[in-house]
Nanobody
């Protein structure tokens, strides 16, 4: 199986910074796209940023210029550097990855989610 484990969430004042990490583990052959999504109370889950295996990034307009996504392919880890945080950034942040994994019968591709990490920005 494949597991995604996030870390780095917490409470920060408006204008502050946090860095989230998400490490994938398991019988992983390769990871194509990785990304971060978030879900605030009473709202739908929304895209924050994504990154391809080649390093091409895409971030939502509401975080452009403030958030940066990066990854370490050797460690199967994706990061989200969040600067100039605003109270409206408060949400549970989820890691997501498209993973090709191996098993005794061959290999399979699937989309996986982490358990989420809480980010709270106080005004």
């Amino acid at each position: 199986q494949v597991q995604l484990v996030e870390s780095g969430g917490g409470l920060v004042q408006a204008g502050g910074s946090l860095r989230l990490s998400c490490a994938a583990s398991g019988s992983i052959l390769s990871i194509s796209a990785m990304g971060w999504f978030r879900q605030a109370p009473g709202k739908q889950r929304e895209l924050v940023c994504t990154i391809t295996s080649g390093g091409r990034t895409n971030c939502a307009d509401y975080v452009k210029g403030r958030f940066t996504i990066s990854r370490d392919n050797a460690k199967n880890t994706v990061y989200l550097q969040m600067n100039s945080l605003k109270p409206e950034d408060t949400a549970v942040y989820y890691c997501n990855a498209d993973v090709t994994r191996s098993y005794s019968g061959g290999y399979s591709r699937g989309n996986y989610w982490g358990q989420g990490t809480q980010v709270t920005v106080s005004s």
